[in-house]
T-cell receptor, first 114, second 112 residues
Framework: KAGVTQTPRYLIKTRGQQVTLSCSPI?????VSWYQQTPGQGLQFLFE???????NKGNFPGRFSGRQFSNSRSEMNVSTLELGDSALYLC?????????????FGPGTRLLVL | SQQGEEDPQALSIQEGENATMNCSYK?????LQWYRQNSGRGLVHLIL?????REKHSGRLRVTLDTSKKSSSLLITASRAADTASYFC????????????FGGGTRLMVKP
């Protein structure tokens, strides 16, 4: 099976703009989770989507949003970008069953906000 | 915010030596997992240990969990240059779904 793919891999935006990142999970996986990784805050959970519904949400402002489509592909959107949004954004997928199931991570999208 | 801390933050060893990384967490957990990340890329799952387990092995990896001390350790035996990476522990509370809380990570460098 193909792994988790994320597009684009690199992105440069300016403050105030918005951005949409895409994640295609492993075929058959129904859960997609998003994480933000920065040098200062480390890896932080953004949200999880399962069967097109947000199932869990981290502690991020409303500028961060996401959605999941019927084919399990997911997008996350960040509006009104701030310099602090510069980060590596990782998505992960699995079957979405009981906790402790292995999550399979994509290579990430590196976002730079100028 | 992060669940806990990892210790040491950085570790440099020679090939063939063992590497031990420690992770502490703050709240009760259901499972603890260890992931590896190479040079700012995606994370790769290494091993999972459940809260009712004390030790687990997988190849050259050995993980221990002490829930009374809220800590875990990852031992990599006979390290190789290819083990050079950052290692993260991640915990979940057993709620429905996948919400992992990561530690700060240990950067391991294995010198050939």
């Amino acid at each position: 099976k193909a792994g988790v793919t994320q597009t684009p891999r690199y992105l440069i935006k300016t403050r105030g703009q918005q951005v949409t990142l895409s994640c295609s999970p492993i075929s058959g996986h129904r859960s997609v989770s998003w994480y933000q990784q920065t040098p200062g805050q480390g890896l932080q959970f953004l949200f999880e989507y399962f069967s097109e519904t947000q199932r869990n949400k981290g502690n991020f402002p409303g500028r961060f949003s996401g959605r999941q489509f019927s084919n399990s592909r997911s997008e996350m959107n960040v509006s009104t970008l701030e310099l602090g949004d510069s980060a590596l954004y990782l998505c992960a997928s699995n079957n979405g069953g009981a906790s402790g199931e292995t999550q399979y991570f994509g290579p990430g999208t590196r976002l730079l906000v100028l | 915010s992060q669940q806990g801390e990892e210790d040491p933050q950085a570790l440099s060893i020679q090939e063939g030596e063992n590497a031990t990384m420690n992770c502490s967490y703050k709240t009760s957990i259901n499972n603890l997992q260890w992931y590896r990340q190479n040079s700012g890329r995606g994370l790769v799952h290494l091993i999972l240990i459940r809260s009712n387990e004390r030790e687990k092995h997988s190849g050259r990896l050995r993980v221990t969990l002490d829930t009374s001390k809220k800590s875990s350790s990852l031992l990599i035996t006979a390290s190789r240059a290819a083990d050079t990476a950052s290692y993260f522990c991640a915990t979940d509370k057993g709620n429905a779904g996948n919400m992992l809380t990561f530690g700060g990570g240990t950067r391991l460098m294995v010198k050939p």
